[in-house]
């Protein structure tokens, strides 16, 4: 298909789901995950460089924002004020290790006073003709000509080799950050998953139910030891760390769905080193 007629269908497609007042998802684009492929490795001077923001995905349709759900996001007027007329795509970010304060200022567009520390940082435009080298010049172009001090653009930069890659992993990982982003400058926005974006990170996640609370012993004495779980692989274990004091008092609900961090896996498929990260939000 003539990819200005792809891009004509997918922004008819994409306004159209905007615009309904059902909870439609965007129709947005999605990293692959990272296994040392050779196109990277080999061209690794295509690609640009950015942080993983443990954030909300977000969707700005042009007049509204929404998450990456379709659910729209009660930000309060004065937040998206002079954001421009064209499809954004981001994240709605605090800093690192801030998720549920995020999220609990989402959750209240009243709250001003918190909202005033969030930020939207804008790493894509999805429905931009140009390649993704010439979408960063549009972005920066949209950033300078918004007065918004709430809509900002993710740094992106480029590596000369995977071993100053891998330090820049390392680095922000340390400092608490969730990882890197890597984007191929001539690729078009893809809706779906695709390899022309890469999510690195020095651990693997994934999702499980609750099934059960454990009572802990010791130090842990009637209060939370472990939960019991099963990911969505179906495979049952436990998962014995990762909470703060607060969290043992008040553990998730059974029947909730939480996201772990894991460093690969048994035989049996069972994650080493499960620990438990959060309450996913249903945004």
Known sequence: MNRYLYVFLFSFIITACSTSHAATKPLLQHGISYSNQSDIVNNIHLYFVSEKLDGMRGYWDGKNLYSRQGNKINAPTWFTMHWPNTPLDGELWIERNSFQRLMSCIKSANNSNCWQTIRFYLF??????????????????????????????????????????????????????????????????????????????????????????????????????????????????????????DERNNPPKIGSTITYRYNGKTDAGIPRFARYWRIRSND
């Not at 172009?141 to 480029?158: E, F, T």
């Not at 999510?199 to 004495?221: C, M, R």
């Open 124 to 245: 894509d435009m999805p429905l931009h003709q140009g390649n993704f080298e010439q979408r960063i010049t549009a972005m920066e172009l949209a950033i300078k000509q918004s007065p918004s001090p709430y809509l900002a653009l993710i740094k992106q930069y480029k590596v000369n080799n995977i071993q100053a890659l891998e330090s820049r992993l390392t680095q922000i990982t340390k400092q608490g950050g969730e990882g890197l982003m890597l984007h191929k400058s001539t690729a078009f926005y893809k809706i779906g998953r695709n390899n022309d974006l890469v999510k690195l990170k020095t651990h693997q996640d994934d999702e499980a139910i609750v099934l059960a609370h454990n009572v802990g012993k010791g130090k842990y004495h009637n209060k939370l030891g472990s939960l019991l779980v099963k990911n969505n692989q179906g495979v049952i274990f436990k998962i014995g760390s990762g909470f703060t004091d």
